[in-house]
């Protein structure tokens, strides 16, 4: 018998600051957007493409990725793939895959020193943060 399994990894930088909401029943839950690059060779060339996910984090790791997170800032996310249906004002079906994250790793930030060039010492930020999507 085969099992489902639905799990991604991705790394890349943030395109926006995070939003955190709550839902109606008191849960945290913050929305990011991410961007990924993939380098391949193209008649010779470099080519660089750039594919875009929405995450979503709940709990615990939601509020620090609230605290921590800021645009531009790298990640690597490990979660499942979640696809949302609903219908339009008009009546149409629409759906959307998004990344529930289960584990998110921060990457280094370098601070900058007095010529503007990125020091060596990463600033102290958590490494890694774990959270489950809570059950409705």
Same mark, same amino acid.
């Given at each position: ?11 890349? $930088?943030? #395109?926006?600051?995070?939003? %955190? ?6 849960? /945290?839950? @913050? *929305?990011?957007? =991410? ?12 080519? $660089?493409? #750039?594919?875009?996910?929405? %995450? ?6 939601? /509020?620090? @990725? *609230?605290?921590? =997170? ?67």
């Amino acid at each position: 018998m085969l099992s489902n399994l639905n799990s991604i990894i991705i790394e890349g $930088n943030l #395109v926006r600051d995070p939003l %955190i909401k709550s839902t109606p029943n008191g849960h /945290q839950v @913050c *929305s990011f957007a =991410l961007a990924s690059n993939r380098y391949f060779r193209q008649n010779e060339q470099t080519e $660089n493409e #750039v594919s875009f996910f929405d %995450i979503e984090t709940w709990s615990k790791l939601a /509020q620090t @990725c *609230s605290d921590v =997170l800021k645009k531009g800032r790298g990640v690597r996310v490990v979660g499942r793939l979640k696809q949302d249906r609903w219908t339009d004002n008009v009546g149409k079906n629409l759906s959307k895959i998004k990344i529930v994250a289960e584990h998110v790793e921060f990457k280094p930030v370098f601070k900058k020193n007095e010529e503007g060039d990125s020091s060596q010492a990463p600033e102290e930020q958590p490494a890694r943060e774990h959270a489950v999507e809570p059950a409705f």
